[in-house]
């Protein structure tokens, strides 16, 4: 009967051990997933939290491109002025995701669900060497086009202006979703 308890205590350690260890791995590829990312852009713009965006963002694209905190601020409160942005409704992926890119169009109170080619806020990801990272770039350039677009522009006519948003603020170009850096200006591309 002694061995037949000893035998079940090792089984049940074995059991949470098990667990423990599973439960870890589960967590450690959720939070380095590009759902837990989007999740925590998401977050991060609705609190208008610029360093969170930061950090979600590669460090080259912010060596790159002149992201810092301040010029994220800047460009949000130039764009979103203090009301920040609408309550969250929901999101959905843009199909089809690519292996090493994902799309998500975000849904805030006021945007039109049901129409599929209106320019909503889109939180865009990319793999690198170093995991998921948050396109803050493109990302920064959908928030302008999203709100000219609410305040009445034609989306055509969104993009120089958000290009001009984004150069007054300091921030030098995109990354695009290969990963290639785009410059606003030739210099920039030069270095």
């Not at 320019?119 to 000219?148: A, D, E, H, N, Q």
């Amino acid at each position: 009967m002694r061995a037949i308890i000893k035998d079940r205590r090792k089984q049940i350690i074995v059991a949470i051990v098990v667990l423990l260890i599973g439960g870890y791995l589960a967590y450690r590829h959720y939070i380095s997933s590009p759902y837990f990312l989007k999740e925590r852009a998401v977050k991060a713009l609705l609190n208008g939290d610029c360093e969170a965006l930061c950090r979600l963002a590669d460090d080259e694209e912010l060596r790159r491109l002149n992201l810092t905190p301040e010029n994220v601020c800047a460009v949000l409160k130039d764009v979103l002025g203090a009301s920040g942005l609408p309550p969250f409704i929901g999101d959905r992926l843009v199909e089809p995701p690519m292996p090493d890119q994902m799309t998500w169009n975000i849904y805030l109170q006021g945007d039109p669900i049901d129409q599929p080619h209106y320019p909503y806020l889109s939180v865009l990801t990319i793999y690198t060497p170093k995991g998921w990272r948050l396109l803050l770039s493109k990302t920064l350039y959908g928030v302008c086009i999203w709100k000219l677009v609410r305040s009445g522009y034609k989306y055509e006519q969104t993009l120089g202006p958000s290009i001009e948003i984004l150069r007054r603020h300091g921030i030098r170009g995109f990354r695009d979703e290969d990963g290639k850096f785009e410059f606003f200006d030739r210099e920039g591309s030069e270095w």
